[in-house]
């Protein structure tokens, strides 16, 4: 844009005589009536400058109404804000992302067209991103939205994740002014803001008046191409209008799939299966570049699919260089297909470029190196050679080379390629530090700020002691917010930040991240709400603290802000919005009851429902109750009031409404309310109630505008199931029975990770080989049934082909491994009966068969690649490649590693948890390999880990336990025996503070992890009250821990936090924690009501069984569902008639007379013990492997 310069220095001087308008008084403006009556003579001014200048139009101010709102939120900014808006030309770049969420929509409304023009051109991506969060909850008109769409484009990402939270009834009131006009989806400029600006507030219905044939000029012209959805409902909707306007994918050509291409995420997967191969070649690479945005997993398999259909012909070798760039991502996981590729295509720029930029786990990047490393003469054939230029090509395939050859790079190369690889991730923090040493960053001594800002992902190789060593001043927390650092690391930086701040956090604690969990108890408590930045509303929280952390700081919210009554106008949305997650972590069920049930509710709760999957079932309960007080669901009347900006607010919290409850909300909202109720969590709800609302989806199916009832339909087809989303754990053994051939395409790799009992898993399998014939032969196939081939007989599972399921071993293994994440997170909601011991025996059975199998697979497909015998031995790629797969090998296969492959492999054979045998066959081979235990270095201890677990308690006394970065590595492993913790905590306590427990430090408990639990009880007496209050959060998360160390804990907690428990505080119980279980009967049962809410289901279960029957059959009746469950049947016998009856009362199912039958599979008699005892008893005896 050409630039007026007179012009700008004129705008710099009327802004400079702004600035002295006070001392210098002018005559009043001429507007009509009294306005300029209203107007103080800073405005007055202001208007002026923008009557003279021609970056405004102020024929597009329709009256003085509007005039006067415009001025009225122009007049609190900043001189300086106005001043840059105006003098676009010069400092543009200096708008900060406050700046622009200080500036309201209707001033940029009044832009001139060349203004609006030089914004969209010149702002950048977070600029525009800021800008877009003004348009929510309606601050804009229509005309607004559309200058805002023209300045910032798609608005979606700002919206529906406002920095990663949804914000779906903000984006319902932004839309309201443009859907509530007749034709509106006719309208080009009103389809467009709608699905750029504001997408996430759009319903089905709003989708369904859209025109088809408008929507695709939009697409055709290339004003519209990528639009995200929030749920798969509105995508369907949105795929129909896609089909009506460019007709069945089976007749699309090049173009239309280029034009198409960043939806294709919206198409079911059997019309993704439709296009034809040879146009889907043409369009290969915008297929390609979408490709990473695909979240469903079954979609991103079926276009994978459709990309290598798209090849001309299966011979690798024959592929061009354009060809595979456009496949490198597909193909990290075809180490096959690799090897076929031709050596000059491999190595061709273009090829390597797009290597370097892909994103890979575990031994992925590995597949790429490896061939590279095998092109004879090449760049890429001798590490040792390697150029800086040639690491900047390969960038994150760097990791792919392996130990052995990352130690022989040569450090001018590294040192020359800096700049490129720094935010390169290794998942061997040793080899992060390989590279590490070769930058020539010198002395930790000498660090300064710009230095840690150029390690980039490479500070998580630095030891907590060269941490110590750095300057304070150079430590901040934004340098470490995004960093994963071990205990040790973080409590050292955490150590630096305080003292840079003369022993307070001060606003550091805004730009801790993650990091702020290093931050113990006492020092949260005394920051200030302006070290939070919580008196000024445009400030957001971005730390993600742990719920006693949060509790801490919201006590502190209270003092300054007041407790929420109706009275109290402080509590606002944005206000809460401004606490982040912090507000779903620590508001109290106490602070939710006190709420206002004014008109603001509903947005209030907004802010909450982001964070939804983070709260507890009583305080999702408590709101549902403060819901129930606004709308009383329970009168039809006063639930048809209950809107669409309401259910997209806080629909998710009604998942605790009844069936006539729901039925009382207008139709319309229900659908909504549905789709949200299946975004949910349901990890804190019983089986018996997500069958319940699964079945309340199914009777409510959007078909064609119509809500039919499908519960017994003869097939359940993928449309049945799209509103359905975490509902779907509800579904029955004869509903899976049922399942249509789309609706196992397109949920199947859903079904397969949930924490399903053996009985539904394997109905589940039966179902897809019914349907899928060449289930056994296609690659994509394995990988939508997922974990579910576990339950393949032997016969089965051995005829699928060795290359076949090589290929996708780590993705059915991470299908197994999200599978036990989501029963874990059950487990720790009190809801581990819901699957028996007898059940997770038989699934850990078939588990390491299936393990069993990838490992052979992928052995057999080495060997053929080193034109080898079948036999030949385990390689450390391999290991990698099979993740927690690892665990299925035998240990004859796990003793077949060669020196060089297992010391290569050492970091991640220490971070897996081995069963007893396994242990004992690596530890020999470690000493074999590596040496006698007394010469292991602190390297060898740092990569080694769970390995330790394989060695006898004398040998573990000759260990150099030297530095607390051991003690972080090895307490992060649960597989430790208490001897073994004893013995690993004597030889630390001897070897770093000469067997004085009177040094111990908070900072070494932190770093401690579960080796805290091998402290004797005499020794936990000794603790110093200092270190144990600064770590007392961490120590009450500790599992491993017996009766009477719990005991000694609890007694030191008293130490710290008074005698009398009825005092402490509610942000002290949750960090007191696990050690709850130590205090004695009488301390139990002086528990209040608000003080058993904040104890965790996990807490309970920990509590001894003589200590649990301390607790009153009142306080029993105190219980919420969860922690009802979460009581054991040993504690459940120690208890008397009355209270096990308030317990079965508080939802509790009866462990020590009942079966236990999960929804939709057969149950199997509850085992009359502890479900933690019976845990520890099973995984260290089942399945020793088999020579």
Same mark, same amino acid.
């Given at each position: ?110 832009? %001139? ?72 989806? !006719? ?173 890979? %786990? ?208 402080? /509590? ?65 009347? %006063? ?232 036999? !030949? ?52 081979? !470690? ?18 880990? %769970? ?170 009746? /105190? ?69």
């Amino acid at each position: 844009m050409t630039t007026n310069v007179g012009q700008a220095v004129g705008t710099i001087i009327l802004m400079t005589a702004i600035s002295s308008i006070s001392a210098q008084p002018r005559p009043p403006v001429r507007l009509p009536g009294n306005f300029s009556d209203l107007l103080n003579s800073r405005e007055l001014a202001f208007i002026e400058l923008v009557k003279n200048s021609t970056y405004f139009d102020l024929g597009k101010v329709n009256s003085k109404v509007d005039s006067l709102r415009i001025l009225n939120r122009v007049a609190p900014l900043a001189q300086r804000t106005i001043g840059i808006l105006l003098n676009l030309t010069e400092q543009i770049g200096d708008l900060t992302p406050q700046d622009l969420h200080a500036i309201p929509v209707d001033l940029f409304r009044i832009l %001139s067209n060349s203004a609006v023009n030089f914004l969209a051109n010149n702002l950048t991506t977070a600029q525009k991103n800021a800008l877009c969060q003004q348009v929510a909850g309606g601050k804009a008109n229509p005309e607004g939205l559309r200058v805002v769409q023209r300045v910032a484009g798609a608005c979606r990402d700002a919206l529906l994740t406002g920095g990663g939270r949804p914000q779906r009834g903000e984006a319902r009131g932004t839309l309201l002014g443009l859907i509530d006009q007749p034709n509106w989806g !006719a309208n080009p400029d009103n389809l467009l803001i709608a699905l750029t600006v504001a997408p996430g507030g759009l319903t089905r219905d709003d989708i369904r008046n859209i025109n088809a044939s408008v929507l695709a000029d939009l697409i055709r012209q290339g004003n519209l191409s990528a639009v995200n959805l929030p749920n798969p409902s509105l995508g369907r909707a949105l795929q129909e209008k896609l089909l009506s306007g460019f007709g069945p994918p089976n007749t699309w050509d090049s173009n239309t799939l280029q034009l198409l291409a960043p939806m294709l995420h919206l198409f079911d997967v059997g019309q993704l299966g439709t296009i034809n191969a040879t146009w889907a070649g043409a369009a290969r690479s915008y297929i390609q570049q979408q490709l990473p945005n695909v979240q469903d997993p079954a979609r991103k398999a079926a276009l994978r699919r459709l990309l290598l259909r798209s090849l001309p012909g299966n011979n690798a070798s024959a592929w061009t260089p354009n060809e595979v760039k456009s496949l490198v991502g597909p193909l990290r996981n075809a180490p096959k297909v690799i090897r076929q590729l031709d050596d000059a295509t491999l190595q061709d720029p273009q090829v390597v470029d797009e290597i370097g930029r892909g994103s890979y %786990s575990r031994g992925q990047a590995g597949n790429w190196m490896k061939r590279l490393l095998r092109i004879p003469n090449s760049n890429f054939s001798s590490p040792e050679n390697y150029s800086s230029d040639t690491l900047r090509t390969l960038k994150n395939a760097i990791p792919g080379l392996g130990r052995r050859n990352i130690r022989v790079l040569p450090a001018s190369a590294v040192q020359g390629a800096w700049d490129s690889i720094n935010t390169v991730a290794f998942g061997n923090p040793e080899e992060s530090r390989d590279i590490y040493k070769k930058g020539g960053f010198g002395n930790p001594s000498s660090f300064n700020g710009s230095t840690l800002e150029r390690l980039g992902s490479f500070v998580v190789a630095l030891r907590a002691k060269e941490l110590n060593d750095i300057p304070h001043t150079a430590i901040t927390g934004k340098l470490f917010k995004n960093v994963k650092l071990n205990r040790a690391q973080g409590k050292t930086v955490i150590k630096k930040i305080l003292a840079n701040n003369n022993g307070n956090l001060g606003p550091e604690i805004r730009d801790l991240g993650v990091q702020i969990q290093f931050v113990s108890l006492r020092q949260i408590k005394n920051i200030s709400i302006q070290d939070l930045g919580l008196d000024n509303e445009t400030i957001t929280l971005v730390i993600v603290p742990s719920r006693p952390q949060a509790m801490a700081i919201i006590e502190i919210f209270l003092l300054h802000f007041g407790d929420p009554s109706s009275t109290n106008t402080n /509590y606002t949305s944005s206000l809460i919005t401004s606490l982040g997650t912090t507000a779903a972590l620590g508001f109290t069920e106490g602070i939710i009851s006190a709420l206002s049930t004014d008109s603001s509710l509903t947005t209030i709760l907004a802010a909450l429902a982001e964070y939804e999957h983070t709260m507890t079932l009583g305080q999702t309960k408590s709101i549902v109750a403060k819901l129930k007080e606004k709308f009383n669901f329970t009168d039809s009347s %006063s639930a048809s009031t209950f809107s669409i900006t309401d259910a997209l607010n806080v629909g998710k919290f009604l998942k605790h409404l009844s069936d006539a409850e729901l039925l009382n909300i207008n139709e319309t909202v229900r659908l909504i309310v549905i789709q949200q109720i299946g975004n949910s969590s349901m990890v804190s709800r019983k089986q018996s109630e997500i069958r319940r609302l699964f079945l309340f989806a199914l009777r409510h199916v959007d078909i064609n505008g119509t809500v039919t009832d499908r519960r017994n339909a003869i097939s359940i087809s993928s449309n049945d199931l799209l509103a359905v989303g975490n509902l779907l754990e509800g579904i029955s053994k004869e509903e899976i029975g049922r399942l249509a051939s789309d609706a196992l395409q397109d949920f199947g790799d859903v079904l397969a990770k949930l924490p399903l009992e053996p009985v539904r898993h394997k109905e589940f399998l039966y179902r897809a080989y019914h349907h899928f014939t060449d289930l056994f032969s296609n690659s994509e196939r394995l990988t939508t049934v997922g974990c579910a081939l576990q339950w393949l007989n032997s016969t089965d599972l051995q005829s699928i082909n060795a290359d076949t399921i090589a290929t996708v071993c780590p993705d059915i293994i991470d299908s197994c491994v999200e599978k036990d994440k989501n029963l874990r997170k059950r487990d720790k909601n009190g809801l581990s009966y819901a699957v028996t011991l007898s059940e997770r025996y038989q699934e850990r059975t078939a588990r390491d068969k299936l393990y069993q199998k990838c490992g052979d697979a992928i052995s057999v497909s080495s060997a053929k690649r080193r034109k080898r015998a079948a036999a !030949a031995s385990l390689t450390c790629d391999q290991i990698k490649s099979l993740g927690d797969g690892a665990t299925g090998l035998t240990t004859t296969t796990l003793d077949g590693m060669v020196e060089v492959e297992f010391e290569d492999c050492l970091g991640t054979i220490g971070g897996l948890a081995w069963n007893s045998s396994q242990l004992s066959t690596l530890a020999n081979k !470690a000493k074999t390999h590596i040496g006698a235990v007394n010469t292991w270095n602190e390297s060898v201890l740092l990569q080694i880990g %769970s390995v330790v677990g394989g060695l006898t308690t004398s040998e573990i006394g000759q260990l150099n336990i030297t530095s607390n970065d051991i003690m972080a590595n090895l307490g992060g492993h649960k597989v430790f025996s208490t001897s073994q913790l004893t013995a690993i905590f004597s030889q630390w306590l001897s070897t770093t503070k000469g067997g004085s427990i009177g040094s111990v430090t908070s900072s070494d408990l932190v770093s401690l992890g579960e080796i805290g639990c091998g402290m004797t009880s005499g020794q936990i007496a000794s603790l110093p009250a200092d270190s144990y209050g600064g770590a007392v959060t961490d120590i009450g998360s500790l599992t491993t821990c017996e009766s009477v160390q719990l005991q000694a804990f609890a007694e030191k907690a008293k130490g710290v936090y008074g005698s009398d428990v009825t005092t402490w505080s509610l942000s002290t119980i949750p960090a007191v924690g696990n050690m709850i279980g130590g205090l004695p009967k009488s301390d139990l049962a002086k528990l209040s009501s608000s003080q058993i809410a904040v104890i965790s289901p996990s807490s309970v279960e920990q509590i001894p069984p003589m200590s649990f029957a301390g607790f009153t059959s009142s306080q029993i009746s /105190y219980f919420n569902e969860n922690q009802a469950n979460a009581v054991t049947s040993q504690q459940q016998t120690s208890l008397g008639t009355d209270q096990l009856n308030n317990l079965l009362g508080a939802g509790a199912t009866n462990k020590v007379i009942s079966d236990t039958t999960p929804p939709g599979g057969s149950g199997s008699a509850q085992m009359k013990l502890s479900f933690s005892l019976l845990c520890i008893v099973v995984v260290s005896s089942i399945l020793v492997k088999s020579t």
